[in-house]
């Protein structure tokens, strides 16, 4: 017998899966959060301008030094902070783990939450601990979670802000307050930053020990990977050690500093999405058998009462329309989530589910 993976490989990966992306060709695609509206037509011309100079047979710049500069402009940065960009905010979860992990080592985060805060972890090979929201608000168990972090003592604690899948918004004195009690890193990761009524950036600037994480990916730019984390300098500089040279392509770093350049055309479309959101769930609401969840994001959870969340999920691609089944985790029993898309979009997916319902 020759070599076999399962005689050379971690035993983990045995019982592991590849991440699995549901086709979605010619569907309408409300399923990844993703910004329905393309690159502005006007705007086109000028990035192809910028793409035409860059050279590719050259490595990018390793910093992405411009790049930075524009995203400091862009979001005011504070100057006394320090960022570090990533091939989309997956690759900085993964170097925040890898950073932590000794032996032993354990991360925390509720559930339900973004999975890859888990399933990285479990890459790399860091304990995870998953602390349930409330049932049905899916508000933070604040009592559990100090209760958690100082038996765990976990090295990061992950708190989407607004939270993936559920929308909800964590109240600032509680995130602050879970900043106050561990001893960890707190990863604030304001992934729909563009569409929540506040960020908790003044957090990052009070706390060293407090890092935000942002992508471009739900604003308008998935196409181009491309997160970033910012916080305190001394913490930074020791993180970008194992960040892998160049990881940063220069088509992105072109792209970027293109589109940031013209952030007022993403902040116009972020608004119409939240406007879109008021739409959908409205209709939502008004729907029979259904409970709708707030939300601060750019999708929204909804609960299926007298179906199941599978025949929903079903009948809606028989009609052509792809949204996020997410009725097998954990707490999410029987719900679905639905991105926020175009109008004509969210009335075709309103009509569809209407049928579907009766
Ligand atoms: C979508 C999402 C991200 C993903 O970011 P990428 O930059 O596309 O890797 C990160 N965090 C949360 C909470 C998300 O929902």
């Not at 992405?64 to 960022?83: D, N």
Request: glycine share 4%; charged share 20%.
């Amino acid at each position: 017998m020759g070599i076999t993976p399962e005689k050379l490989l971690r035993a983990e990966l045995a019982n592991m899966q590849a991440y699995h992306v549901a086709d979605s060709t010619g569907l309408i695609k409300l399923d990844a959060m993703e910004n329905p509206y393309p690159f502005p037509a006007a705007l086109k011309d000028q990035w192809l301008a910028e793409l035409k100079q860059v050279e590719l047979n050259r490595y990018p710049n390793p910093q992405a030094s411009e790049l930075k500069k524009t995203f400091q402009k862009a979001f005011s940065l504070s100057p006394k902070l320090e960022l570090i960009f990533g091939n989309g905010s997956d690759e900085l979860i993964q170097l925040l783990i890898m950073a932590v992990a000794k032996p032993n080592a354990t991360i925390l985060t509720v559930t339900p939450s973004f999975s890859m805060y888990k399933l990285i972890a479990e890459y790399v090979g860091v304990n995870v601990v998953e602390v349930p929201l409330q049932q049905d608000s899916f508000k933070l168990q604040m009592d559990l979670l100090v209760e958690q972090i100082a038996k765990y003592q976990p090295a990061v604690i992950f708190l989407a802000c607004p939270n993936n899948p559920t929308g909800t918004l964590w109240p600032q004195d509680q995130v602050e307050e879970i900043i106050k009690q561990t001893t960890g890193l707190v990863v604030i990761d304001e992934a729909y930053a563009p569409f929540a009524v506040y960020s908790m950036m003044h957090l990052v600037e009070r706390y060293p020990q407090a890092i935000m994480m942002r992508t471009v990916s739900k604003m308008g730019l998935a196409g181009l990977r491309l997160g970033w984390i910012l916080g305190d300098v001394q913490w930074m500089a020791e993180l970008d050690k194992m960040r892998l040279p160049y990881n940063i392509n220069a088509l992105t770093q072109a792209s970027a500093n293109f589109a940031l350049q013209n952030i007022s055309v993403f902040d116009e479309q972020a608004k119409l999405i939240c406007q879109q959101r008021e739409v959908l769930s409205n209709a939502l609401q008004a729907m029979q058998n259904i409970n709708v969840f707030p939300s601060q994001a750019n999708f929204i959870l909804f609960k299926v009462l007298k179906a199941t969340a599978n025949s929903i999920y079903e009948s809606l691609l028989n009609n052509k329309i792809i949204i996020k089944n997410v009725s097998n985790d954990g707490l999410l029993e029987n719900c679905l989530r639905v991105t926020v898309g175009t109008e004509e979009e969210n009335q075709a997916f309103i009509r569809a589910l209407d049928s579907s319902l009766s």
